[in-house]
Structures are given as C-alpha cells and as structure tokens.
T-cell receptor
Framework: QKEVEQDPGPLSVPEGAIVSLNCTYS??????FMWYRQYSRKGPELLMY????GNKEDGRFTAQVDKSSKYISLFIRDSQPSDSATYLC?????????FGKGTRLSVIA | DADVTQTPRNRITKTGKRIMLECSQT?????MYWYRQDPGLGLRLIYY???????NKGEISDGYSVSRQAQAKFSLSLESAIPNQTALYFC????????????FGPGTRLTVL
C-alpha cells in the first residue's frame, strides 16, 4: 500500500462549483498535512497546512483532516478559472514530505 | 528575484552525455531537495541534504548524484543520461521547522534523446 493515495483526476467543474479534493494515507504517525498548488509549467507552492484533526479555513479554501480515518480533504468554494491547477497533498512524519500524485483540476468559465 | 532558482530551465541532450542541473536559494534554508516529476507518477524524491555535510538518497537515486557546494547551492548530476530520465526536475528548500514546508524552484525540463 502506498503511503499517500490521491486520485489523479482530471476533474472538471463549472465556475462557482464547490470542489472537493481528497487523499488517504496509511501511516498513523503522520502529523503534518499540507496542500500544494501547481500551475502549469511552475513549481508547486504551499496553499495550506494543518497538524490536527478538524477544519482550517483560508478564504475560499478549507483543509480538513480526519486522523481516525486517515483522510484529508481540500474544499474550494466558489471555484474560479484561476483555480485551475494540479493540487498535491503532502504529509510529514520524521523525514521529508511524502507527496500524493496530484489531482488536476479545471474550472470552466 | 526568485528565492529558488534553477539552471538551465530547459535542456535537450543525447544518451550517454553527462548533465548537471544547478539550484541556488536565497532563503537561508539549511535543507535542500531534488525531485523529478513525471505524468501519472507525481513528485519523486531523488536526493536531499539537511546541511552542507549531509547527503541522503531518496526514493529514486540510481543514475543520479548530487553535490552540496554551499548552504545555498545544490547540484544534481546525471553521469550518463538515458531516455527514461526525461522529466521535469524540481529543486526545493525548507527550514528545519516542524512543518518542513518546502519551497520549490521553477523546474528544469530535461529531454534525453
């Protein structure tokens, strides 16, 4: 079983939709959970991070962690064409980050 | 100016050639990383370094070597390039904090013919 599983998509939604992106992980020792956004032909950039179960909001973005289910989610409200990118989850234990493969999202105007 | 720079940004080379990709950072971070990204495979860690005297193999180090010349510089070498090393290569840095947030460079697109 891979340490982090992420559906690669692609996911295509209309502008204004609520988007849900998800990852599952296998090791309960993971402590820090992050979401990176990668635009085409660019390096990934940190979008959000959290270290506890529950929700964390930042504008239109909400990161959710359920440690009991080993499941993390990123919700995007009122999605915009500028949100079109690949979203990668990343999880930390005691060594470098472990990345999911990324989900490619397209928001259609 | 960008905090993490990579040179070259694009490179086309032939099988068997030696290639060096360079990374420089101005963030003052101790930790540096090299990843490759392939469609459908995501980011895979090649090598990482937690300080100038520390070098560690990642998930896919075979066929690659690295050099940490200074805190700010970390180079990746392909001693004898082969076509399946065609990929997008990213350098990243982080500071030794609990989250280990990584900051990525713009990437180098390498094509091996």
């Amino acid at each position: 079983q891979k340490e982090v599983e992420q559906d690669p998509g692609p996911l295509s939604v209309p502008e204004g939709a609520i988007v849900s992106l998800n990852c599952t992980y296998s090791n309960s020792a993971f402590q820090y959970f992050m979401w990176y956004r990668q635009y085409s032909r660019k390096g990934p950039e940190l979008l959000m991070y959290t270290y506890s179960s529950g929700n964390k909001e930042d504008g239109r973005f909400t990161a959710q962690v359920d440690k009991s289910s080993k499941y993390i989610s990123l919700f995007i409200r009122d999605s915009q064409p500028s949100d079109s990118a690949t979203y990668l989850c990343a999880i930390r234990r005691d060594t470098p980050l472990v990345f999911g493969k990324g989900t490619r999202l397209s928001v259609i105007a | 100016d960008a905090d993490v720079t990579q040179t070259p940004r694009n490179r086309i080379t032939k099988t068997g050639k030696r290639i060096m990709l360079e990374c420089s950072q101005t963030k003052g971070h101790d930790r540096m990383y090299w990843y490759r990204q392939d469609p459908g495979l995501g980011l895979r860690l090649i090598y990482y370094s937690f300080d100038v005297k520390d070098i560690n193999k990642g998930e896919i180090s075979d066929g690659y070597s690295v050099s940490r010349q200074a805190q700010a510089k970390f180079s990746l070498s392909l001693e004898s390039a082969i076509p399946n090393q065609t990929a997008l290569y990213f350098c990243a840095t982080s500071e030794a904090a609990t989250t280990d947030t990584q900051y990525f460079g713009p990437g180098t697109r390498l094509t091996v013919l």
